[in-house]
């Protein structure tokens, strides 16, 4: 495995099983409310987040603090980068304090690959444009493998706007990986046209795409994306309003009648209700692991954490 973390395409079944793995171990440590504050002692994570985050930064944070590490949360709206600073310059700066681990959130994808050029630093991807957002992806796997108890042969339709979801990337490489069946279901507008070519099957109709499904994950639009990087229709409004757009592609109970009796519901937040999944299909207490998702977050990003951290001792 690379000394950085920056995507899911590449890694190998047993890179992932073995990461997976580990975290289950911190489901256990956390649940047990110990901490293991000696693994990552004297190492220094910085949070670097050029966009907004709720889930990752605060699991990010919580996952180096429970590992003992000093953690900075840099907050781009009050550093000089807003002085005109470029990125790479950025990079420099904090490659002279210093850091271990260095978590980046950024609009532009590929920015954690350029800034792993520069670092010493591990770099952690932790959400790249459209591109990739590998921890959720296993945080994702660690879910469903938990509650169904393998990934392989699994049925999983992930709904949405695929398009400008790096969601929807990172979990196409890592459940095609492992041997599940993806489908990819949304409006035409809003499955980027090369999908085929990741393995998947397409659908635009709800009932069809959900047949039989084991998982269904639902996608928020990303609208700060859409006219932007990616998008197949630069300027134009991919969806017509959400009230239609909830009509056909919203989740509900009446479109998930279609998937498996037992099939989990699932979103990575942040969640627009009434837009991509009905209220009561998100807060249904069998049906939805949308909170045991944010669980498995801190566990999985403790998992990276320290497993990057024990191959920079390697090196040393
Ligand atoms: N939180 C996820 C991301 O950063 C999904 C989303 O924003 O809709 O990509």
Redesign the pocket.
Known sequence: MSRHLLQIEGLHPPQIEAMLDLAESYVLLNRSGKTQRDLLRGRTLINLFF?D?T??RTSFELAGKRLGADVINMSVASSSVNKGETLLDTAATLNAMMCDLLVI?HSQSGAPHLLSQKVDAAVIN??DGTHE?PT?ALLDALTIRRRLGRLEGLTVAICGDILH???ARSNIHLLTAMGSRVRVVGPPTLIPADCGRLGVEVFHDMAKGLADADVVMA??L?KERMGGEGNARPGGNPVPSAREYFRFYGLDFDKLASAKPGALVMH???MNRGVEIDSAVADDPVRSVIKEQVEMGVAVRMAVLDSLARMQRRNV
Request: hydrophobic fraction near 15%; aromatic fraction near 0%; glycine fraction near 12%.
């Open positions: 966009e985050s889930r990752t959130r932790a959400g957002h959720q979801s790096r969601v996608l928020r990303q990575p937040g942040p």
